[in-house]
């Protein structure tokens, strides 16, 4: 009897790769379900364990801004899905069609085993160079923009990074099949998941192994002894191999972030500024080679300068470091997280499931408009000035479009919609009514 239709093997597959009860093959790619889209439900559920177990441990819970900072960011990394295909799957099929010489069996153990192996060293390399290259640290660095470490930093993800990541994997194209690559590539997105906790600590001898919580908080720290290390997604082994290897200290406290904070919740910041930097850099140096350096050497370098993380100076930090942290009233998060929450749950998955009947237009219109929002939600989050007038314009853009084009939203989207309208537009009046009266009273006084 073949082992990969046995009873038990076929258990083991449902369980550890969640292949659906009806699924017969991974001959094609069009036989893998989305693992990830199916992860959604569990990524969540874990969310929220993990708030309730730091909540009954009196431990500090995640902060809903810095979460709703990674949850945007993670949100605006998917849009590329509604006008694209994945461009790691779209290169790698390419690729395989034209060049692949190995035509390995994709029911074969040996073959989901190599491609397991092949992917996550592709995945070493490709992480390694987001850290280690700075235009690819463009992309990535989004990732380790927050100062805080919990499973919503898993979703904190680059809208860049994936147009550089393919190159990294076509080699396994030579001989795997797309089809596994595309099972694997999704389980160790998900797999990495898990490791970002504080609330597991150390797991005996599977640290020698595996890519563990302890090792992924060092990856995240911004202690000079953290940074560049543990660059494994499922395998830790990739790192004693190469020397990139650090276990977490006990006797030092990791400090998260970026060696150089950002300051903001807003999403398309976190996602550019490093971008907009080296930009000005390369137009600011003078010589080619200057130049080419800004691009291919690390975030730090600088002519005469060491590569920041290999051999320059890296700031201390103290496990007390005061984090970026912007007072706002109870009121004004519940609005902030209600209307992100129909963003996400209403907005993108109507896109999501109509995307293939929805004209290009139409479709670019609305993912405007989530990235308009999700900058907005960032800037309310900021406190910014101009952040309750854009709030009046984003909420008066759907009442406006609502009432000129056929409707599109339920009517009681509509009214809520034009009510988040008349509360800004209140909130507004009710300042300029305040900072008026207070000028006068400066003047009388």
Known sequence: MDILKSPAVSGLRRMFILVSPNESSF?????????????????????????????????????????????????????????????????????????????????????????????????YWVHRFGHEVNFMWAGHQTHHSSEDYN??????????????NWVFYLPLALFLPPSIFLVHTQFNLVYQFWVHTETISRLGPLEWVLSTPSHHRVHHGRNPYCIDKNYGGVFIIWD???????????????????????????????????????IKSVWSMKGVSNKLSVLWKGPGWAPGKPRLGINAEIPE???????????????????????????????????????????????????????????????????RKYADLAEVFRCLAIVLSWSILPPTLPAAMFWFYLASVSIWSLVILYGLVNRGSSVAHKKTS
């Open 151 to 164: 499973l919503t930093t898993a979703l904190r993800q680059s809208i860049m990074h994936r147009y550089a």
């Open 27 to 123: 001959e094609n790619v069009e036989d893998v379900p989305d693992y990830v889209d199916q992860a959604v439900p569990y990524f969540a559920s874990l969310i929220i364990l993990e708030w309730l177990v730091l909540y009954g441990t009196g431990k500090t819970t995640p902060r809903l801004n810095d979460s709703l900072g990674s949850l945007s960011n993670g949100l605006l990394s998917l849009l590329h899905g509604l006008l694209f295909r994945s461009t790691e799957l779209a290169a790698y099929v390419w690729f395989y069609q034209r060049f692949n010489f190995v035509t390995l069996p994709w029911d074969s153990p040996w073959t989901w085993l190599l491609c397991l192996l092949g992917v996550d060293l592709a995945y």
């Open 317 to 383: 930090v103290k496990s007390k470091t005061k984090k970026y942290d912007v007072n706002i009233s109870w009121g004004r998060t519940v609005y902030i997280w209600v209307h992100y929450l129909i963003i996400l749950l209403v907005w993108h998955q109507a896109l999501s499931h109509n995307k293939l009947k929805m004209a290009t237009l139409v479709m670019s219109t609305n993912i405007g408009f989530i990235i308009f929002s999700l900058f907005v939600f960032g800037s309310m989050y900021d406190r």
């Open 240 to 278: 004693r191999l190469f020397g990139t290897f650090e276990a977490e200290r006990r006797d030092e406290k990791v400090v998260y972030g970026l060696i150089h904070n950002i300051d903001t919740w807003e999403p398309i910041y976190a996602q550019l500024h490093h971008l907009v930097h080296i």
